[in-house]
């Protein structure tokens, strides 16, 4: 990395890609944890004041009606609440260390997390310990000024984020089909799931 100027900046492309792959998998990891049994501490807010359209609901943690005492009855609970904010003040990797130790400690309480909850802390703790490693070179004195380097995201990376965009546009116009897979158990039928397509085609 150090002589190589060019191997240096796919490096630090790949690790701009790590830290975006880590915020993705946190925030998949914070969507599954507002639900049971953490709902609780989560509410329902519209990401645009005013607004009645269901799509623009977002799930938020419930500052103003967080009670601290519930939270800290269950050390589990109160590290998976830390792991759910995306800039918390403790290392996520220490708190996934901590998790490991009580869910060890107490197994019982494993049986409390839903297995999707499960899935998303290996990805959050994968991805979070693959920018680790990646880290690791960027700590010496040399690497000082690295971070700050001029660099592009490689085309498919762009391609990527105009797909994102576009699945994002797509979702928030449901209006026209969403009673027809209202309750979700009408798509185990194919005519309605032929009706949907053609409707949003």
Known sequence: LKSDAR????????????????????????????????????????EKEGSTDPDDDMIVFDWAGLKIKDACKSFIDSIVIELCFPEGPYPTGVLFQLLHDAVEEAPHHAKRFPQALWDSVGDLAISVELLDLMEAPLL????????????????????????QRYSLEATKNTANWRDLVSPLEKTKMSHILESMWKTIN
Do not use: C
Request: aromatic share 14%; net charge positive; proline share 5%.
């Open 7 to 46: 191997i240096r900046e796919r490096f630090l492309v790949l690790y701009d890609l790590v830290q975006i792959l880590v915020g993705i998998t946190q925030k998949q990891f914070a969507t599954i944890a507002a639900t049971a049994p953490y709902v609780h501490y989560f509410k329902h807010k519209k």
């Open 140 to 163: 010496s004195p040399e690497a000082s000024g690295w971070r700050n380097s001029r660099r592009s995201a490689p085309a498919a990376y762009d391609e990527f984020l105009d797909a």
